[in-house]
């Protein structure tokens, strides 16, 4: 049963109880991470990248942004919910608890994804008080590219990386356990394990680790495995 006051059934989600791992998980290197506050749960097999930019967040891990981002869930970032004006940049109120005045952000959409994307530089305020349907981010950085559309799935996101080609996300491991960093007002990050080498994963696992993100941590695809 679920909630609600009328009789019902609540069948769920299915899970996924794949092996992430096709190698002894104990000769993998893993490296302790914790993880963005936001990001709701984020399931094993996920590629992360590293904040390397702005406070509170540098330092701390995020869900890697694919070179083509549209159409696929568990990336890092916030779809932005109209056109930015200026300064401004409009998120769904949970989104926008991914974000901390004082990280440093990127905007980008999919025909701007590489060295078109712009920076916004700090995030100066986050207002999530004036509208009930969504929250304004304000960064230093006027951001003026005229293709940051829904239509084109432009998104906000931690500059995580030093490579416009890769989406200024660029892959530091893949995540090995499920972790909930919370979603909206109540989220407060994670903390959980990432593989770095010497594994051998199920890349049905791994579906957001696209060539760049196998570039950047020296992974390959041999039939059903990627190999690190």
């Not at 701390?60 to 401004?88: C, E, I, M, W």
């Not at 109120?93 to 025909?111: E, H, M, P, R, T």
């Not at 491991?173 to 994670?190: F, M, N, Q, R, S």
């Not at 593989?195 to 760049?212: E, Q, R, S």
Request: aromatic fraction near 8%.
């Amino acid at each position: 049963m679920g909630n609600g006051d009328i009789a019902h059934i609540v069948r769920g989600y299915q899970t996924d109880y794949k092996r992430l791992y096709a190698s002894n998980p104990e000769d993998a290197m893993t490296l302790n991470v914790t993880l963005v506050q936001g990001f709701g749960v984020i399931p094993a097999g996920t590629p992360l990248s590293k904040v390397t930019a702005g406070t509170p967040s540098i330092g701390k891990y995020v869900p890697y942004n694919r070179t083509v981002f549209s159409n696929y869930t568990n990336g890092g970032g916030a779809f932005l919910l109209s056109t930015p004006s200026g300064t401004d940049l409009e998120v769904t109120l949970d989104d926008s608890y991914k974000f901390a005045v004082g990280d440093s952000v990127i905007v980008a959409d999919n025909n701007t994804k590489t060295s078109s994307s712009e920076a916004g530089g700090l995030i100066t305020a986050i207002d999530r008080t004036t509208y009930p349907n969504k929250a304004v981010i304000t960064v230093t950085s006027s951001i003026t590219g005229a293709t940051f559309t829904a239509a084109q799935f432009a998104k906000v996101f931690h500059i995580a990386g030093a490579d416009n080609s890769n989406t200024w996300s660029d892959c530091a491991g893949i995540l090995d356990v499920d972790v909930d960093t919370g979603v909206g007002e109540d989220a407060k990050g994670g903390v959980g394990s990432m593989v770095i080498k010497n594994a051998m994963l199920y890349n049905g696992m791994c579906p957001n680790v696209d060539a760049a993100a196998r570039t950047d941590i020296s992974a390959s695809v041999n039939g059903q495995f990627l190999i690190l």
